[in-house]
Nanobody, 114 residues
Framework: QVQLVESGGGLVQPGGYLRLSCVAS????????MGWYRQAPGKERELVAV??????PNYADSVKGRFTISDNAKNTVYLQMNSLKPEDTAVYYC?????????WGQGTQVTVSS
């Protein structure tokens, strides 16, 4: 089992920035992929960014050049979000896994509004 706890969400004005963190605990030695997804009201959950052990990060087209995913090579993944837009408003979920297991955090709300 893997437990994921997100933090760092909040209310920010358009053009602002936030940094999300996700700490993994439990059986983390097997994790080979960590990432962030988001779900806006009335929409399906979508991939934001993912990072794989030994690989390059991948981003949704909508966040390329604005968001950066990184990790500390141990148990934490970050999402630096710059130049935030109102359409970035959503609940952001941390995701971690190793085939065939996938784990989710409880989510953290990000609201971009003036």
């Amino acid at each position: 089992q893997v437990q994921l706890v997100e933090s760092g969400g909040g209310l920010v004005q358009p053009g602002g920035y936030l940094r999300l963190s996700c700490v993994a605990s439990g059986s983390i030695f097997s994790i080979n992929t960590m990432g962030w997804y988001r779900q806006a009201p009335g929409k399906e959950r979508e991939l934001v960014a993912v990072i794989t052990r030994g690989g390059s990060p991948n981003y949704a087209d909508s966040v390329k050049g604005r968001f950066t995913i990184s990790d500390n090579a141990k148990n934490t993944v970050y999402l630096q979000m710059n130049s935030l837009k109102p359409e970035d408003t959503a609940v952001y979920y941390c995701n971690a896994g190793y085939y065939p297991y996938v784990y989710w955090g409880q989510g953290t709300q990000v609201t971009v509004s003036s």
